[in-house]
Nanobody
Framework: QVQLVESGGGLVQAGGSLRHSCAASGRTGSTYAMGWLRQAPGKEREFVAAVTWGGGRTYYADSVHGRFTISRDNAKNTVYLQMNSLKPEDTAVYYC???????????????WGQGTQVTVSS
């Protein structure tokens, strides 16, 4: 089992920045791919970004590419999501997720954080 605890999020004006952190514990090591997904009100959960266990490959949704950056520090068992140039449409609950292999679909991940709210005002 892997436990994921998120921090960060909050309220920001359009054009602003926020940084999420997600700390993993339990059976972690450094062999888990990590991802961020989000769910806006009335919408399905969608992929945002993911990084391989070694950090060598990253994937981004088209809607956030160039604005968001995913990174990880395996010594701290922590993954980060830096969000810049935020838009109102980025408003959602953001979830950290982990699994043995990297994926871009919600069903690719078996371990989930509790979710944190991000609200971007116009």
């Amino acid at each position: 089992q892997v436990q994921l605890v998120e921090s960060g999020g909050g309220l920001v004006q359009a054009g602003g920045s926020l940084r999420h952190s997600c700390a993993a514990s339990g059976r972690t090591g450094s062999t888990y791919a990590m991802g961020w997904l989000r769910q806006a009100p009335g919408k399905e959960r969608e992929f945002v970004a993911a990084v391989t266990w070694g950090g060598g490959r990253t994937y981004y949704a088209d809607s956030v590419h160039g604005r968001f950056t995913i990174s990880r520090d395996n010594a701290k068992n922590t993954v980060y999501l830096q969000m810049n140039s935020l838009k109102p449409e980025d408003t959602a609950v953001y979830y950290c997720a982990a699994d043995r292999t990297i994926g871009v679909q919600t069903y690719d991940y078996n371990y989930w954080g509790q979710g944190t709210q991000v609200t971007v005002s116009s």
